[in-house]
């Protein structure tokens, strides 16, 4: 039988004669040290377990598949377990399915009482947001953390920009980096997609819609993403020249577009040929204004624009402004190129140069079980039809089982919506799962409303 340390310790101990009391406390301290050794190797052992029942825990083909995007574009080797706050589309529609309205009211007073605790509508710089990814995450993780031990819930949220996925890496990104300040938190990575349908109300034969898709691997539908950004920019520069041809004498630059109507040159947004078509307008008839005053029309153009807002920056406004001659329109040649280039039939087909179909979304993503697709602002697109639960149903129908999910408690609707009209929609829509946003393009999200926060 082999004598441990401590028994043979013990035993050379008693054989021992000498002074009785030194022995009474080296045998003291040395059980002390036995327990001290003893409770030690406990820790460790738990400590190893934990960490090999962690190591063994299931890990979806979703994360991995998102790790090895961060690995890629990091250049360092990831552990999926380090994105576990992510979930794939099942936990998406399991937590989704337990969420109440008041959940995604987005004001003030719900903030401040814990009620808001998730959203899955909001944008970043990477498309036509104003606020950056990583002080997004710190204000949500901050509310985050704070919902939890008021409410023992954990935060839910996803990144939706407009055709752009560029957001949701760099997010998972930061998430890797330090999972544990994610500890409260589940990210599902999103993108709001737009694409062009027919319409029954307006001037406008064709209208953009829009949906929301949950679930998908930014890291390859980037590519997707990018071609459409190629295609719309090379539309703007096809459509501008067009224009410059038609009116020789006046310079337009992509550049000054650009500016003027805040467009975003690394995410150019749906329907586009709108700002080149009053760009076009505004340049075309504030030129001849400086020609007949003996302005420089460049300085003229740019001090005229300057102190208008974006959304007024029309010949319509110039005119009501005094800032044009009662006798200076719109060019009907210019608003010609403009039809040519926005989605029309020709021989019976829709021809679309910067848009996307319904049916090329759905292509794309169907060829991937793990997205899900929710209609955004609903009412927004059955505005377009005089029969919109035709529509609507239309979209379902053609979606291949994608469309499961609707914006019901959508949170950005202008004022003058009739929310009466809002409801009436989302019935048309109640066997759907409802869900909500902020929308939020403000360059703060939870930081300017919650007092506990940042800001």
Same mark, same amino acid.
């Given at each position: 039988?082999?004598?441990?340390?401590? /028994?043979?310790?013990?035993?050379?101990?008693?054989?021992?004669?000498?002074?009785?009391?030194?022995? &009474?406390?080296?045998?003291?301290?040395?059980?002390?040290?036995?327990?001290?050794?003893?409770?030690?190797?406990?820790?460790?052992? &738990?400590?190893?377990?934990?960490?090999?029942?962690?190591?063994?825990?299931?890990?979806?083909?979703?994360?991995?598949?998102?790790?090895?995007?961060?690995?890629?574009?990091?250049?360092?080797?990831?552990?999926?377990?380090?994105?576990?706050?992510?979930?794939?589309?099942?936990?998406?529609?399991?937590?989704?399915?337990?969420?109440?309205?008041?959940?995604?009211?987005?004001?003030?007073?719900?903030?401040?009482?814990?009620?808001?605790?998730?959203?899955?509508?909001?944008?970043?710089?990477?498309?036509?947001?104003?606020?950056?990814? $990583?002080?997004?995450?710190? #204000?949500?993780? #901050?509310?985050?953390?704070?919902?939890?031990?008021?409410?023992?819930?954990?935060?839910?949220?996803?990144?939706?920009?407009?055709?752009?996925?560029?957001?949701?890496? #760099?997010?998972?990104?930061?998430?890797?980096?330090?999972?544990?300040?994610?500890?409260?938190?589940?990210?599902?990575?999103?993108?709001?997609?737009?694409?062009?349908?027919?319409?029954?109300?307006?001037?406008?034969?064709?209208?953009?819609?829009?949906?929301?898709?949950?679930?998908?691997?930014?890291?390859?539908?980037?590519?997707?993403?990018?071609?459409?950004?190629?295609?719309?920019?090379?539309?703007?520069?096809?459509?501008?020249?067009?224009?410059?041809?038609?009116?020789?004498?006046?310079?337009?630059?992509?550049?000054?577009?650009?500016?003027?109507?805040?467009?975003?040159?690394?995410?150019?947004?749906?329907?586009?040929?709108?700002?080149?078509?009053?760009?076009?307008?505004?340049?075309?008839?504030?030129?001849? /204004?400086?020609?007949?005053?003996?302005?420089?029309?460049?300085?003229?153009?740019?001090?005229?624009?300057?102190?208008?807002?974006?959304?007024?920056?029309?010949?319509?406004?110039?005119?009501?402004?005094?800032?044009?001659?009662?006798?200076?329109?719109?060019?009907?040649?210019?608003?010609?190129?403009?039809?040519?280039?926005?989605?029309?039939?020709?021989?019976?087909?829709?021809?679309?140069?910067?848009?996307?179909?319904?049916?090329? &979304?759905?292509?794309? &993503?169907?060829?991937?079980?793990?997205?899900?697709?929710?209609?955004?602002?609903?009412?927004?697109?059955? #505005?377009?039809?005089?029969?919109?639960?035709?529509?609507?149903?239309?979209?379902?129908?053609?979606?291949?089982?994608?469309?499961?999910?609707?914006?019901?408690?959508?949170?950005?609707? $202008?004022?003058?919506?009739?929310?009466?009209?809002?409801?009436?929609?989302?019935?048309?829509?109640?066997?759907?799962? /409802?869900?909500?946003?902020?929308?939020?393009?403000?360059?703060?999200?939870?930081?300017?409303?919650?007092?506990?926060?940042?800001?």
């Amino acid at each position: 039988m082999r004598i441990s340390a401590i /028994q043979r310790s013990f035993n050379d101990r008693v054989m021992f004669v000498g002074n009785a009391e030194k022995n &009474l406390q080296t045998t003291k301290k040395e059980a002390a040290t036995a327990s001290a050794i003893a409770l030690g190797t406990l820790i460790s052992s &738990l400590f190893i377990y934990k960490m090999r029942g962690a190591s063994m825990r299931p890990c979806s083909e979703f994360m991995s598949a998102l790790a090895d995007g961060v690995s890629k574009m990091t250049g360092n080797k990831l552990n999926p377990h380090s994105l576990s706050c992510v979930m794939d589309k099942t936990e998406f529609i399991n937590n989704i399915l337990k969420l109440k309205k008041n959940d995604y009211v987005y004001n003030p007073q719900n903030i401040e009482n814990f009620g808001f605790s998730a959203d899955f509508h909001m944008h970043t710089i990477h498309s036509d947001g104003k606020i950056s990814v $990583p002080k997004l995450l710190d #204000e949500i993780c #901050e509310y985050a953390d704070d919902l939890f031990k008021r409410t023992n819930k954990k935060f839910t949220f996803s990144i939706t920009d407009h055709d752009s996925v560029e957001g949701v890496k #760099e997010a998972l990104v930061i998430i890797a980096e330090n999972p544990e300040k994610f500890r409260n938190v589940h990210f599902i990575p999103g993108v709001e997609l737009s694409f062009t349908h027919s319409a029954t109300t307006g001037n406008n034969p064709f209208e953009i819609s829009e949906v929301l898709a949950y679930g998908i691997n930014p890291f390859k539908f980037d590519k997707f993403c990018k071609n459409l950004q190629e295609r719309r920019s090379k539309f703007i520069d096809n459509m501008l020249e067009d224009i410059q041809k038609a009116y020789p004498k006046t310079k337009f630059d992509r550049d000054e577009l650009i500016k003027f109507y805040n467009l975003n040159p690394d995410c150019l947004m749906m329907n586009s040929h709108w700002a080149v078509y009053h760009y076009g307008q505004t340049k075309t008839a504030l030129t001849i /204004q400086a020609a007949r005053r003996g302005f420089d029309p460049e300085k003229f153009y740019s001090d005229t624009m300057s102190g208008i807002d974006v959304k007024n920056r029309n010949v319509w406004y110039l005119r009501e402004n005094n800032l044009l001659d009662s006798d200076i329109n719109e060019s009907d040649l210019i608003k010609f190129i403009r039809r040519s280039y926005e989605p029309h039939l020709e021989n019976g087909e829709l021809v679309t140069q910067s848009e996307n179909k319904f049916e090329d &979304l759905i292509d794309i &993503l169907s060829e991937d079980d793990n997205v899900v697709l929710s209609f955004a602002h609903p009412y927004f697109t059955a #505005e377009k039809s005089h029969e919109p639960q035709k529509l609507l149903n239309e979209f379902i129908e053609n979606s291949k089982g994608l469309l499961q999910i609707s914006e019901g408690y959508h949170q950005a609707y $202008p004022g003058h919506v009739n929310m009466n009209e809002v409801e009436k929609v989302n019935g048309y829509l109640d066997k759907l799962i /409802q869900i909500g946003g902020s929308d939020n393009h403000n360059s703060t999200y939870i930081g300017a409303i919650y007092e506990g926060g940042l800001y």
